[in-house]
């Protein structure tokens, strides 16, 4: 173990204010990106908390329509642009990538400071637009009406997600970049840890969709400002093309929300049972291929829009191919806790949620990707269920692990072991108890976004509301302990949960420049001894 | 390019620049970088060219009458223009790999001069076609030239859009190149004067290649 060395780490290396908002330092851009992505999270779960007092009773009585449907557009497009797209990648990654890589930084740390920059305007936009009043059209933003008859913020929304996905793009170009040039001596790609795997593979998502959702929203917005008839009917547009342009990144963008969180799962689950990764080779390849299946499928969101029969054919059977890599990781991880020395610790308790969740959020995804199927469950509570079974029992279940398990590398300190476990389980009870009778509800045919309901969903919905009341406190309790910690936590030492890695063999938290000397690496990832069977 | 993985390339590491275990590594990551920006960029222009073949085939007709509203002749000037640019911007590259500073700074000045004939022409061009009633915009009097005014809207807004587009590509293009040839008069680039160079060519070049599609599509559809 190296000796620490508390006066020289990143936390400590300049207190001035300029010395973070200048910084190039990726530790410190990865902070900066946590208390942003924070802030973003807790706003747009306020909308959430909105939405479900509404829905407590059938009629609507807490906000008007309108109000409603400001809420449920605020709250997925601060959601997912403003804190599941930026969130392991740019917190995570940004912190982690370099360490894991041995590096002492990312390829271009100004433009990864510029990055940080970027998503911030694009976020004071859509604040901006908030205070205006916000908008209406949800967060797809599918025209005519959001070009032509929404009188809400559509432009000043639309705004701040362009400018913020420059600051995707900027990250994906970076990560790429950075993994093929910075390795240590001796880190062949087959040594890489996976979560540098879904990096690569989430970064080359970033690069490759994100232009077409800027190009869109400018397309929506000229439309809008100038009249333009890019996608209205009535002036010869087709609005169909807007969906499939939207869906080309849409679709991919889920995958850039899940498969960082599948690469956490992988270096956490290693971990804790103390095991090589099963199937590595598998799980790094399954990683590419679910990001280049994510290209393939975006037209399974369009069958009941009037897209062609044979099309529509076609992306149903590509959905279902995705299905193969993404069982391909459940069986290498279930097959890696085989045998395994197992503790439960918090880290591991949210990895072993992530799995459970995401395959029922997988499974599900079968159901909707089914022609016949979808036609019934289209637009209800069950296609809403589906997806934050990946959303949030997928993406954010894995960012609060990995946030958990890399805590005391982040901020050199323990926090409270059993106020960590009691939350990652309320976290799963909860969010089971709200999303669980969504599927149930929409299967019966409660539509969403809508504002009142039959009362025979009453029992379903408040359900919901109970749950997202747990989970509330399952988010609010990591903000208190956590917090804590970081200034009177206990120190950790370099490398508490005894982990194989490069990030843990360097002080936490780690000095300025990573590394005191160059590391060579000379063995493959996850070299945990193995325990005799 | 080698990848970094043997101990010898560790001992050269000595010679470290930046974040960067040599001068070839970071040479290796400029050029990755670009490219890999590039490509975010065919897909940023790629979604644009799929509306226009949508419409296209939608409306193959109106689109190649309502293309002859455009000059060839001042469509053809401005891609011979930009063919040149490439040309100087090229010339550049090679003054810039013989650490030829000044006449590398004059290539440069003259492609910037070039690309900046391209915007004036354009921007002639966008006022010639709102004089005529070509802006398919809202209340500005929009004059259809034909008998299929919503195709001919749409193949408009598509021109002016992606015109638009690039031409705020090669604006930015021209400021990268005089700021470039700026440093390089000031002599405030690094011993290796080229690598700016280099990765400001890929660019350029990338902008002229999109004129390159944009030029037939709209000027040529009805010819």
């Known amino acids: 173990m190296i000796a620490e060395n508390p006066t020289k780490d990143y936390l400590h290396a300049g207190h001035s204010v300029s010395s973070w908002l200048g910084t190039t330092d990726h530790k410190r851009i990865a902070l900066l990106y946590l208390f942003s992505i924070t802030g973003f999270f807790f706003l747009a779960a306020a909308a959430a908390l909105a939405i479900r007092i509404e829905l407590l009773t059938p009629e609507g009585d807490f906000v008007s329509a309108e109000t409603y449907n400001r809420l449920f557009t605020i709250h997925g497009v601060i959601m997912i642009w ?21 590096a002492k930084d990312l390829a271009f740390p100004r433009l990864n400071l510029a990055s940080w920059y970027i998503f911030l305007i694009g976020g004071l936009f859509t604040l901006a637009a908030l205070i205006a009043g916000g908008v209406d059209t949800g967060w797809t933003f599918y025209p005519p009406y959001s070009t032509h008859f929404a009188e809400s913020a559509v432009v000043l929304t639309a705004t701040g997600i362009f400018i913020a996905g420059f600051s995707s793009i900027i990250t994906g170009l970076n990560f ?100 090589r990764l099963f199937g ?40 279902f191919l995705v299905a193969i890599p993404s069982a391909i990781k459940v069986f290498n991880w279930t097959a890696t806790l085989y045998k395994g020395s197992i503790s439960l610790d918090t880290p591991m308790l949210y990895a072993l949620g992530f799995i459970g969740l995401f395959t029922i959020g997988g499974l599900t995804g079968l159901f909707l990707a089914a022609l016949g199927l979808d036609v019934h469950i289209h637009d209800t509570y069950f296609v809403v269920a589906h997806f934050h079974y990946i959303m949030v029992g997928g993406a954010v279940m894995g960012y609060m692990g990995g946030i958990h398990f890399w805590w005391p590398k982040i901020s050199g300190r323990r926090y409270n072991e059993s106020m960590g476990r009691f939350t990652a389980i309320i976290t799963f009870v909860g969010f089971n108890l709200t999303f669980f009778p969504q599927f149930l509800a929409g299967y019966l045919g409660m539509p969403r976004r809508y504002w009142q309901y039959d009362p025979s969903f009453q029992a379903y919905q408040f359900m919901s509301t109970l749950g997202a009341t747990v989970l509330g406190l399952g988010y609010l309790f990591p903000l208190v302990y956590l917090g804590w910690s970081f200034f009177r936590g206990p120190r950790a030492g370099a490398n508490p949960w005894e982990a194989a890695g490069l990030e843990w063999q360097t002080p936490s938290p ?24 | 390019m080698p990848i970094l993985n043997t101990l010898d390339d560790q001992v050269a590491a ?5 974040q960067f275990p040599d001068r070839m590594e970071e040479r290796h990551a400029s050029f990755m970088g670009m490219w890999a920006f590039l490509a975010t960029e065919m897909l940023f222009f790629g979604a644009l060219f799929t509306a226009y073949a949508v419409y296209r085939i939608h409306y193959g007709e109106a689109f190649t009458q309502t293309s002859k509203v455009l000059s060839v002749f001042w469509g053809a000037a401005n891609t011979a223009i930009l063919l040149v640019s490439s040309l100087t911007v090229a010339h550049a590259v090679r003054a810039s790999r013989l650490k030829r500073k000044a006449e590398c700074g004059l290539w440069l000045g003259t492609s910037a001069l070039l690309g900046l004939l391209f915007l004036g022409i354009k921007i002639m061009e966008w006022a010639t076609d709102a004089r005529e009633g070509h802006l398919p915009w809202g ?85």
């Open chain 1, 82 to 102: 403003f804190f599941l797209i930026p969130s392991i990648p740019t917190v995570l990654g940004n912190f982690l990538l370099p360490l894991m890589l041995g």
């Open chain 1, 176 to 275: 790429i970049v950075t993994i093929h040039t910075l390795r240590a001596p001796g880190l062949t790609w087959f040594r890489l840890p996976l979560f540098v795997w879904t990096l690569y593979a989430t970064s080359l998502i970033l690069a490759l969709a994100t232009p077409v959702l800027a190009i869109l929203l400018l397309l929506v917005a000229v439309e809008r400002i100038g009249g333009m008839g890019i996608f209205n009917p009535l002036q010869g547009g087709d609005p169909l093309l807007f969906q499939h342009l939207f869906w080309f990144y849409s679709h991919p963008a889920v995958y850039i929300m899940i498969l960082p969180s599948m690469g956490v799962v992988s270096e956490t689950i290693t971990c804790f049972a103390r095991k």
């Open chain 1, 280 to 319: 590595y080779k598998s799980t790094a390849f399954a990683s590419l291929a679910i990001a280049g299946y994510g290209f393939l499928v975006w037209g399974h969101h369009m069958f009941t829009a009037g897209q062609s029969a044979y099309s529509s054919l076609i992306f149903s059977a590509l959905s």
């Open chain 1, 510 to 533: 780690p000095p300025k420049h990573n590394f005191s000397g160059t590391p060579v690496v000379n063995e493959e990832a996850y070299a945990y001894p193995e325990y005799p069977g």
């Open chain 2, 14 to 18: 000595s010679g470290a620049v930046g």
């Open chain 2, 139 to 223: 209340s500005l009097g929009f004059n259809p030239p034909g008998l299929h005014p919503e195709a001919e809207r749409i193949f408009l807004n598509l021109y002016f859009i992606m015109t638009g587009i690039h031409g705020l590509h090669l604006f930015i293009g021209i400021g990268l190149l005089v700021s470039l040839a700026v440093r390089m008069r000031r002599n405030r680039l690094s011993d290796a004067p080229e690598l700016p160079v280099e990765i400001a060519g890929l660019y350029w070049h990338f902008v002229d290649i999109v004129w390159i599609f944009l030029y037939p599509l709209f000027y040529l559809a009805g010819r």
